[in-house]
């Protein structure tokens, strides 16, 4: 059963470095936060650390207009990119599909079933064929055909 508890979710990478979880663990736990959720993983091949951790946001006491300030030397201290979302806010995302419907079929079914907390708005196809796809699902379509001499240019 999922909380009515607002959460915020934490996503970092940075070089692989022993303390990392102990240190992320322990600021979230220093400022009153419960975590409700962690994955991590380490790109061995790339000594790269990523961590993806979902905390409460009921009694924690830094405000999110204050997060980035109060992380900053934490992650400084790792080399840490990171990103903060709130479990209120709705991301907006756009799919880009070949011509297999399957994939798009699966998204946008599970987005309406409500199991993404993300609007959908645009479908971008080099071919037509998810066009009446995008239509039954209420979805923009954008059809930008791919030929020999224009493909580097409209891949970018």
């Known amino acids: 059963m999922k909380s009515d508890i607002p959460t915020a979710v934490l996503l970092l990478h940075c070089p692989d470095q022993k303390g990392l979880v102990a240190a992320v663990s322990d600021f979230i736990f220093r400022n009153n936060g419960n975590i409700v959720h962690a994955d991590q993983h380490t790109d061995f091949e ?11 946001l009921k009694d924690f006491l830094i405000p999110h207009n204050e997060f980035a300030e109060a992380f900053h030397p934490l992650a400084k ?3 840490m990119t990171w990103t903060l979302r709130l479990s209120g806010s709705v991301p907006r995302v756009a799919i880009f599909a070949g011509k297999e419907a399957h994939c798009v079929y699966d998204l946008l079914s599970r987005w ?3 199991e993404f907390k993300a609007e959908f708005p645009l479908l971008i196809s080099n071919h037509n064929d998810l066009k009446p796809v995008a239509e039954q699902f209420g979805t923009a379509f954008c059809h930008f055909p791919i ?3 224009n493909k580097t240019a409209q891949e970018s």
Not at 46 to 56: A, C, D, H, S, T
């Open 46 to 56: 790339k000594g790269v650390f990523l961590q993806r951790i979902e905390f409460e």
């Open 147 to 149: 030929q020999p001499d």
């Open 77 to 79: 201290r790792f080399q």
């Open 112 to 114: 309406r079933m409500g």
